[in-house]
T-cell receptor, first 113, second 115 residues
Framework: DVKVTQSSRYLVKRTGEKVFLECVQD?????MFWYRQDPGLGLRLIYF???????EKGDIPEGYSVSREKKERFSLILESASTNQTSMYLC????????????FGQGTRLTVV | AQKITQTQPGMFVQEKEAVTLDCTYD???????LFWYKQPSSGEMIFLIY??????QNATEGRYSLNFQKARKSANLVISASQLGDSAMYFC????????????FGTGTQLKVEL
């Protein structure tokens, strides 16, 4: 079974802190994605990566950066957390192409206080 | 740019009835894939069904079918014989060839199945 694992289920951080959200997949997938999910707004793409060290901005990249040094790991970084970044963050991976479904992690509920 | 629109924030259906969840999409790329995912209250994302842009027939997976109307750019999910366990959030999503495998989601439809 494909497994996508996010490092934390719940996180509470202070405003201004640097926050790292880690995601690891075990199926050698090329593509990895970071989304945030907010009520009424669905899943909005923050960043995605189609190869090691490659990244593309999604629809809402402001305030975030990413790192993909190894194929299996995709990190989302909040350089200076703000309260408006309080959200559910979902990581996903897929093997590529338009006909392959994505597999998701369990999500990280981040609260910035 | 690619876009997915789901216009039904919430839907109710009686148990054992069929329900259709609407999804329209916008892309200029001729090659794309359309997906539906289910998210129960527990939060996990469950893949339900896939339709490719060049597929001649509508996709079906058990009680799920996809009503694909390419000219209208719609990809509605039909759930037959609804069950209480179908109560969940449902998301339509799209990948286009020219988008670097970017996976874009709609805002979702909250389905509630009633007795």
């Amino acid at each position: 079974d494909v497994k996508v694992t996010q490092s934390s289920r719940y996180l509470v951080k202070r405003t201004g802190e640097k926050v790292f959200l880690e995601c690891v997949q075990d199926m050698d997938h090329e593509n990895m994605f970071w989304y945030r999910q907010d009520p009424g707004l669905g899943l909005r793409l923050i960043y995605f990566s189609y190869d090691v060290k490659m990244k593309e901005k999604g629809d809402i990249p402001e305030g975030y950066s990413v790192s993909r040094e190894k194929k299996e790991r995709f990190s989302l970084i909040l350089e200076s957390a703000s309260t408006n970044q309080t959200s559910m963050y979902l990581c996903a991976s897929s093997s590529g192409g338009v006909d392959t479904e994505a597999f998701f992690g369990q999500g990280t509920r981040l609260t910035v206080v | 740019a690619q876009k997915i629109t789901q216009t039904q924030p919430g839907m109710f259906v009686q148990e054992k009835e069929a329900v259709t969840l609407d999804c329209t999409y916008d892309t200029s790329d001729p090659s794309y894939g359309l997906f539906w995912y289910k998210q129960p209250s527990s939060g996990e994302m469950i893949f339900l069904i896939y339709q490719g842009s060049y597929d001649q027939q509508n996709a079906t997976e058990g009680r799920y079918s996809l009503n694909f109307q390419k000219a209208r750019k719609s990809a509605n999910l039909v759930i037959s014989a609804s069950q209480l366990g179908d109560s969940a959030m449902y998301f339509c999503a799209m990948v286009v060839t020219g988008g670097g495998n970017k996976l874009t989601f709609g805002t979702g439809t909250q389905l509630k199945v009633e007795l």
